[in-house]
């Protein structure tokens, strides 16, 4: 069963240079061509897609990198993104500690983070993904007054993700510990959907890059 899935995976990703950059792919053309364009936003750890290719749709004039590690979700996201003839996403299927080098700075308008996975052990939380190393990244990558968006469910990851915050150079626009999902430039995800079913409180911070 499992091997199904990777051959079917393998497959769809193999199939899809046009959408999809492999960690072995990093050096192609189509990365470089897409990361020249203007209008650039980043999401990291994207999952199975649906925040990523909702607003692709919803910003045409944006041009939407979204970056996951795990090879099946990837291959799940494509096969959503395969039917929607969007010219203005690409995702690339590799940890992103390895992508960070190739991407130009101060050239990103937004970065979004979704439902980060937590890494609760105190050794593990140089993993997060707003750990103050990655700050430190976004800051290089996002345009003068670029905003990044973090939500998460996670109590112990917002707490400790908004002390990050103070000691990086990020000028705080928001922190909402019971956000509702009502606000226009976001777009409800997998683990999101998930969370609200569940009545669980979903926590958002927006920052700005001075
Ligand atoms: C908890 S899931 C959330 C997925 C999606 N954003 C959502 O809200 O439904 C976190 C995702 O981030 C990905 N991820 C975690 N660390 C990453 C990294 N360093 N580079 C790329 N992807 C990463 C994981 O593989 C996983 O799919």
């Not at 199975?48 to 979700?73: R, S």
Request: proline share 3%.
């Amino acid at each position: 069963m499992r091997l199904r899935h990777r051959v079917w995976g393998d497959k769809i990703i193999e199939e899809h240079p046009e959408l999809v950059i492999t960690r072995e792919q990093l050096d192609s053309q189509i990365l470089t061509d897409f990361l020249a364009k203007d209008n650039l936003v980043l999401e990291i750890g994207s999952g199975k897609g649906d925040f990523a290719i909702q607003m692709a749709k919803k910003y045409p004039e944006w041009n939407f990198v979204g970056v996951e590690m795990n090879e099946m979700a990837l291959a799940i996201t494509l096969k959503k993104l395969v039917n929607e003839e969007l010219k203005n996403i690409l995702m690339i299927n590799c940890d992103v500690n390895r992508l960070f080098e190739l991407l130009p700075s101060h050239r990103f308008e937004r970065i979004f983070l979704n439902f980060s996975d937590p890494w609760p052990k105190k050794r593990q939380h140089k993993r997060r993904l707003t750990y103050p190393t990655f700050l430190t990244q976004y800051e290089r990558l996002l345009v003068k007054g670029g905003y990044l968006a973090f939500k998460t469910d996670n109590d112990e990851l917002f707490k400790d993700s908004c002390e990050y915050l103070k000691a990086s150079n990020f000028e705080t626009i928001t922190i909402d510990y019971n956000y509702d999902g009502h606000e226009i430039v976001d777009a409800q995800t997998e683990y999101e959907t998930k969370f609200r079913k569940q009545q669980i409180k979903i926590k958002r911070f927006v920052v700005r890059s001075k």
